[in-house]
């Protein structure tokens, strides 16, 4: 929880102006100096972890967070992608933008979006699933019904449909052994 306190920033804003699950949020942030690596620009593992504040403002001020919950549904991160275009400095304002570009049966798909001045420095593609409180996955379907949104005729581009297939890994129910083709190697201990 190292952004505990823009966590609950972001949590205060949830009686804010009130979104549609289709908007895109606009969440205004600053790179604080704990944000920054060795280079002093941001470091790459903290733009995702930034993110995840964009989608929680999206969530809050739809109202879609307090219905999921009130249902027993919880999201959690499937498969991400994040495209780097410029650095972002210590305390250098920006905007986080998100918004959802898509459903399949089993996912919800959304875009965000790191903006300076109206230019975008980085953005990425995630992929998430919904779980249950009382156990398994909850599907697209039962998410709708939960929340009374239509996802229906809302398929994500066929490239993001592409790019989920190739980099889904097996379910949690099946071997996924760890094994590197064309090597032998053993890892020394540290």
Same mark, same amino acid.
């Given at each position: 929880m190292h952004l505990i306190f823009r966590t609950f920033l972001v949590w205060l804003r949830r009686n804010g102006p009130r979104l549609g699950i289709r908007d895109v949020a606009r969440l205004p942030l600053r790179v604080m100096p704990t944000d920054l690596d060795i280079l002093g620009h941001m470091n790459n593992g903290v733009y995702l972890s930034i993110m995840d504040l964009g989608r929680m403002d999206l969530f809050? /001020?739809? +109202?879609?967070?307090?219905? !999921?919950? /009130?249902? +027993?549904?919880?999201?959690? !991160?499937?498969?991400?992608?994040?495209?780097?275009?410029?650095?972002?400095?210590?305390?250098q304002r920006f905007v986080l933008e998100t918004r959802i570009i898509g459903f399949d049966e089993r996912a919800m798909y959304t875009e965000q979006r790191v903006v300076v001045d109206g230019e975008i420095y980085s953005r990425a593609i995630m992929r998430n699933r919904f779980i249950k409180v009382t156990g398994g996955t909850a599907t697209i379907r039962e998410l709708s019904d939960a929340t009374g949104i239509d996802m229906s005729n809302s398929a994500p581009a066929e490239w993001i449909d592409r790019w989920a297939a190739?980099?889904?890994?097996?379910?949690?129910?099946?071997?996924?052994?760890?094994?590197?083709?064309?090597?032998?190697?053993?890892?020394?201990p540290l």
């Open positions: 809050l /001020r739809s +109202g879609v967070w307090a219905t !999921m919950r /009130r249902a +027993g549904i919880r999201p959690v !991160m499937a498969n991400e992608t994040i495209t780097f275009r410029k650095s972002l400095l210590n305390l190739d980099v889904r890994l097996p379910s949690t129910g099946s071997p996924a052994p760890s094994v590197w083709e064309g090597s032998s190697d053993s890892p020394a």
